[in-house]
């Protein structure tokens, strides 16, 4: 999921950024029991993702044990591609997303401890793609587990630009 160098402009809108890296929203499934984004007010929730490809999680275990940093990095970039489809879903626009926040779950060993370097690849993704609209606080938690034993879970809240 690296990008070329230079193929991405900065004046260049969101969607043509997405584009030029190579990468497109994923289409997000449905679940019965949540949605994939709540809006409130201008803000929206967006619930937490995993880093999913076609409907096959993409990668499961612990980082620091199982899960190398630098796959745990590729699986941000994918989980928060999905986040970025359900903001997509509540704006209507990749180019009107801006992130507000971003929590970052990491399911790594106790003495792990490079959860933000397992953060930057998101946040770098987002900065990428929205430029200032990218620009996010964000908190980065090692926790001893995920859902269906992903290596990374991907919370966003955004507005609308």
Sequence with gaps: MSRPAGSATPTSSP?????ALGLDLPNLGSNPNYVDHRTVGSTIHISGQLPYRDGELLGQGTV??????????????HAVLNALAAAVQAVG????????????????????????????AASELLIEVLGENGRHAR???????????????????CTAA
């Design 93 to 120: 626009d990749l180019d009107r997303v801006r992130i507000v926040q971003m929590l970052v779950f990491v399911a790594s060993t106790p003495d792990f401890g490079l959860q933000s370097r397992v953060a930057d």
């Design 15 to 19: 969607t043509h950024r997405l584009q």
């Design 64 to 77: 620091g044990r199982d899960v190398e940093l630098q796959t745990a990095r590729e699986l941000a970039r």
């Design 139 to 157: 908190t980065a938690i090692g926790v001893a587990g995920l859902p269906r034993n992903s290596p990374v879970e991907i919370q966003m809240v």
